[in-house]
């Protein structure tokens, strides 16, 4: 088993580059639809397309501002017309990875792709993430390719600078690294993100839409535990840390559900049909429909050696 749980962390760890994009519907839309939308409609084309190594979807409860012990100087509060409802997190294992999946599918098609972007999103920012500035220190959960409502309290960890950006990254990268080692927590993958470029994702095709600069976020850590009350535990004043010189904000968004619809560059079969279609057959134990010569027929070359999860 820890041979397994390293190669878990080994594989994620493969990823040298990740594109995560945050935001909010469009007031007038349902919540409902708009996450059922992405999950089963926009991630299962994001899912085709080349040069991806992983891509999870996280949708969220509003943000818990008791998650951990208050800190004097950090603010945990967020006003509810600025929080976020999603976070999608694609990653390349390489630059060649990322320039393949940037001419996939042609220009024509990729506008109509993108398209959903005019259709739900109100307000988003996407953040770049390199090398080892996005790490995954920790996961004992057995699950590489999680699939719907999560099973522990999880959280996405958002958080804004104060001061110098090297002493903020230190200190993240130091509470990512203790939280690792404590009894209790489960998973913790950190994201140190780069200042957002407007005029790449413009010249991508990407509409942009991209908050404004007070709203947007400089690190991010997923977090598993076993409890709330292990949360609780693992941010306060008695750190000895200061973290009011480097910390402005944190917000602490709880997950409700996971979709991975890519895995170790391959999609998953939620990536392929949507997870609908994955929990009925899960539901059934409907083997058959997982067999690599009905998936190549349905979904063509695409499936390569068969979904991954």
């Not at 994009?21 to 639809?33: A, D, H, I, M, N």
């Not at 998973?187 to 957002?196: D, G, H, K, N, Q």
């Not at 095709?205 to 991209?210: F, H």
């Not at 840390?241 to 910390?247: K, M």
Request: hydrophobic share 40%; with cysteine.
């Amino acid at each position: 088993m820890e041979n397994a749980l390293t190669d878990l962390i080994q594989t994620e760890n493969r990823a040298t580059i990740s594109r995560i994009t945050c935001g909010w519907k469009k007031p007038e839309l349902s919540l409902e639809v708009v996450w059922r939308y992405w999950r089963d409609v926009h991630s299962p084309g994001i899912a085709r397309r080349q040069g991806v190594w992983e891509y999870r979807h996280f949708q969220y409860d509003p943000v818990k501002n008791n998650v951990f012990a208050p800190v004097k100087g950090v603010s945990y509060d967020c006003p509810s017309d600025q929080q976020l409802m999603w976070q999608s997190d694609v990653r390349y294992e390489n630059d060649a990875a990322l320039a393949k999946f940037g001419t996939d599918p042609n220009p024509a098609v990729l506008k109509e792709l993108l398209g959903d972007i005019e259709i739900i999103v109100d307000k988003s920012t996407t953040y770049k993430v390199l090398g080892d500035k996005a790490w995954t220190f920790a996961d004992s959960s057995g699950d590489a390719g999680p699939q719907g409502p999560v099973k522990r309290p999880t959280y996405s960890i958002f958080f804004r600078q104060r001061g110098d950006e090297a002493a903020f990254r230190a200190v993240v990268k130091g509470i990512a690294q203790r939280w690792a080692k404590t009894a209790g927590v489960v998973r913790v993958r950190m994201s140190l993100f780069e200042v957002p470029d407007m005029e790449a994702e413009r010249k991508a095709g990407y509409p942009v839409k991209t908050h404004p600069q007070e709203m947007q976020y400089q690190a991010l850590i997923d977090l598993s535990v076993d409890s709330e009350a292990v949360a609780h535990g693992l941010l306060s004043d008695a750190d000895g840390v200061d973290y009011a010189a480097h910390i402005s904000t944190i917000h602490a968004y709880p997950v409700k559900v996971i979709y991975t619809s890519v895995r170790q560059g391959l999609p998953t079969i939620v990536g392929l049909r949507g997870y609908p279609a994955y929990d009925a057959m899960m539901s059934l134990k409907a083997d058959n429909q997982r067999d690599l010569g009905l998936l190549t027929w349905m979904y063509g070359p695409i499936v390569q050696t068969g979904p991954v999860a």
